[in-house]
């Protein structure tokens, strides 16, 4: 059976994780490829490296971030912030992602959705929606949640799929960073409404949020930072209590 | 030990041979067929649409087909091992090796054991099917050496290979597909061993342990 995916998200700035790393015995915390081992070590499925890197000159720390991870990781990476063209994903493809993850481009000029699936494949493409909710329906927001857009994260994950992308990174920008849940009524109105697999993000805090959101969210992953960063508990404890309430996992 | 890494455009190769690199292996990408002589083994990898594979149609194709003959183990991986079959339905014009019967068709993305309750409908399942999931061996294999039953290998494709005679391992999304064969040196799987961690790896190292061994039949 088709495992449940648990991803763990570095935010990387200037080649160093940022959010606040809390781990016991390494040699330097927040170093990304060091952090991507312990996962790794744990049972994590998959590694998302978030460039999160204000000025473009500083960008180059990302491409050694990448080729550190994947030079000794073996199991998918994606990489995302700042990817804003063919060559951007070229970059980050040759440095050792698997998938690159498109936002705000996308939506700027959805047909680089196309042209990086036809250069690379759809299994390469993730495209990221942040999402709030307003009234009954769900707003998408650009540029790291700053700017709202006319789109509907039902809708746009709909073209998003027509355009060729692979996988929806879908974060809830109400429960990003709460520790609340996952939003899984969003979860569950994309997931239900695309036939590729859906990415939950935004609001873990708890195991039961992990199994609510893959249970009544229908989501085919759960990505998470903090939670993984600051808890106690491993990637392994978690994939244990989902296994033991019945949620497909990879032990 | 120097390994042939078949470049013909489909995706992405850095991932493969990193982890090729990381078990010990030389990784070439020979320009030109005529090339493959000098190579202890093959890998044909390759991600993406079954189109891609008609670059290998002409030298290529048979100069690998002449390469395996001679006892040169191949390792064919996702459409690499897609393309070991006569053809798929995702590109009918398209001629695959042949060295193995039958045809890739795309997964139907039903699931007939798990009905919605209420309608009695099959469930839908995702397509394409992306992510781990479980091998079940279903017959000894070098491949699979050190490999327990039930290891979980990372999978991304829309297409599969229908299980034979040569199927040493399957996988069940909706349907029982074939996830690896073997036929004599030639071993292909339809998931990423460069993305499978340690099983992945493992599998990796057993393609090159086993290309240090002489062909059957050769002394």
């Known amino acids: 059976m088709l495992a449940k995916r648990i991803i763990a998200c570095l935010d990387v700035r200037d080649g160093s994780v940022v959010k606040g790393v809390r781990f016991e015995g390494l040699r330097r915390a927040g170093d990304p490829a060091e952090l991507a081992r312990r996962y790794n070590t744990e049972g994590i499925d998959e590694i998302v490296i978030l460039d999160v890197t204000a000025t473009l000159e500083r960008r180059v720390a990302l491409t050694d971030t990448i080729r550190a991870v994947a030079g000794e990781i073996f199991i998918p990476l994606a990489v995302g912030g700042g990817i804003r063209s063919e060559a951007d994903a070229r970059t980050a493809v040759d440095a050792g992602a698997d998938k690159v993850s498109l936002n705000t481009a996308a939506l700027a000029d959805p047909s680089l959705i196309t042209t990086i699936a036809e250069r690379f494949g759809s299994q390469a493409v993730i495209v990221a929606i942040d999402a709030r909710r307003e009234g009954d329906r769900f707003s998408v927001f650009v540029r ?36 609340d849940g996952f939003d899984c009524v969003l979860t569950a ?51 244990r209590h989902l296994a033991g309430r019945g949620v497909p996992v990879r032990q | ?56 149609q002409g030298s290529w194709r048979d100069r690998i087909r002449a390469t395996i003959d001679q006892g040169v183990p191949l390792l064919g991986i996702c459409l690499g091992l897609q393309w070991l079959f006569e053809g798929s339905a995702e590109a009918p014009d398209v001629r695959g090796l042949g060295l193995v019967d039958g045809q890739c068709t795309r997964l139907s993305g039903t699931d007939e054991g798990n009905r919605t309750a209420g309608t009695g409908r099959a469930t839908r399942l995702k397509i394409p099917h992306v992510g781990w999931n479980a091998l079940r ?26 299980v034979t005679e040569v199927t040493t391992a399957t996988t069940t999304y909706g349907e029982t597909f074939a996830s690896a064969l073997e036929r004599g040196r030639v071993g292909a799987v339809q998931f990423h061993p460069e993305k499978s961690g340690d099983v992945g790896l493992r599998i990796l190292r057993n393609f090159l342990a086993l290309t240090e061994t002489t062909a059957a039949g050769d002394s």
Do not use: C
């Open chain 1, 189 to 239: 109105a994309v997931s239900s409404a695309v036939p590729i697999p859906v990415i939950a993000s935004g609001g873990a805090g708890t195991f039961e949020h992990f199994e609510e959101v893959f249970t009544r969210g229908q989501a085919d992953a759960a990505l998470a930072a903090s939670v993984f960063h600051y808890s106690e508990h491993s990637v392994a404890d978690l994939k």
């Open chain 2, 1 to 56: 030990m120097r390994v042939a890494l078949i470049d013909y455009g489909a995706g992405n190769l850095a991932s493969v041979r990193k982890a090729l690199t990381a078990v010990g292996a030389d990784v070439h990408t020979p320009a030109t067929a005529d090339a493959l002589d000098t190579f202890a083994a093959i890998v044909v990898p390759g991600v993406g649409h079954f189109n891609a594979t008609a670059t290998l």
């Open chain 2, 137 to 162: 061996l279903v017959r000894p294999s070098w491949l699979f050496d050190g490999v327990s039953d039930g290891a979980y290998v990372y999978f991304t494709h829309a297409y599969a290979a229908p």
């Open chain 1, 144 to 179: 790291s949640g700053q700017h709202a857009t006319e789109r509907d994260a039902v809708e746009w994950a709909r073209e998003a799929t027509d355009r060729g992308a692979g996988e929806i990174l879908l974060t809830s920008m109400d429960r990003d960073g709460t520790r």
